[in-house]
């Protein structure tokens, strides 16, 4: 059943679900905005799983099942709480007739619903994560060691696979891009990438040798010295506003710019 959704505002969108009678919808905690009356909420710290989201406890039967089923749970808590996710989700369903949900990111920016088909997955970044028909899975992927560490932001990424619909957000506006349009590659600021889907390669790579220029981009660039790359045909989402230059702004609005004329590679902003 498709989700009937509706993305409302416009510097700070909210997503509005219509839920029919037994339909599910799960979110992060702290993404929930309002509900009719009657849908309820449950917090579980499990996450969904292809059957609707109902446990699978019962597979393998008696305490060897339940004990599978609680030491799978522990892997997905401490698996996003590596990530810096939150340890819980949120489930809406609605009872006795049809019900409304409200959600939203934490950024002002737009929000974006995709539509997955079970033949590809969706990757996202960490916090992208609004809400999701209990049809979708939601998982973690590592982008690998030498990749993470230079990329920052793209070290830890959300992975939607499943059908349904998936609610994302992110900061600023949005620009929809396909690599292939473009020689089939495109190089981004490693904060710009809010999600792509799976037969896009990600990687990250040096802003221009260890030379003069090289070092010029990385001290007076702000950039830093590493860019995002992403190769191959498929759709890519970008967003106009990174958490870093959001945070530079008000740190200067109060007083406290760290990051001075020499921009990324010499910021001492604090953590």
Do not use: H
């Amino acid at each position: 059943m498709t989700l009937q959704q509706e993305i409302v505002g416009n510097a700070m969108q909210m997503a509005v679900v219509n839920l029919s009678p037994g339909q599910t919808v799960y979110c992060e905690a702290g993404k929930f905005l309002f509900k009719t009356t009657n849908v309820t909420m449950e917090t579980r710290l499990s996450g969904p799983s292809n059957n609707g989201g109902q446990s699978q406890g019962g597979s393998g039967g008696g305490m060897g099942g339940m004990l599978r089923q609680a030491m799978g749970t522990a892997m997905q808590v401490g698996q996003r709480m590596l990530a810096g996710e939150s340890m819980a989700f949120q489930y809406f369903s609605a009872q006795g007739g049809e019900g409304t949900v409200g959600f939203a990111g934490v950024l002002p920016g737009e929000m974006r619903a995709l539509e997955l088909d079970g033949t590809r997955a969706w990757f996202a970044e960490k916090d992208a994560f609004v809400a999701a028909e209990s049809t979708v899975d939601f998982g973690i992927a590592f982008q690998g060691g030498r990749t993470g560490m230079s990329g920052g932001e793209g070290f830890v990424l959300e992975k939607f696979t499943g059908y349904g619909t998936v609610i994302i957000a992110g900061a600023g506006n949005f620009i929809d891009l396909n690599p292939a349009d473009f020689g089939g590659r495109i190089e981004v600021d490693t904060g710009c990438v809010v999600a792509f889907e799976e037969g896009i390669q990600y990687g990250v790579q040096r802003v221009g040798g260890l030379n003069r220029q090289g070092i010029m981009n990385a001290v007076f660039g702000g950039e830093g010295l590493s860019l995002a790359t992403l190769e191959g045909n498929g759709r890519v989402i970008l967003q106009s506003l990174t958490i870093e230059s959001l945070a530079n702004a008000l740190k200067k609005a109060q007083g406290g710019d760290k990051q001075g004329p020499t921009g990324g590679l010499f910021s001492t902003n604090a953590g």
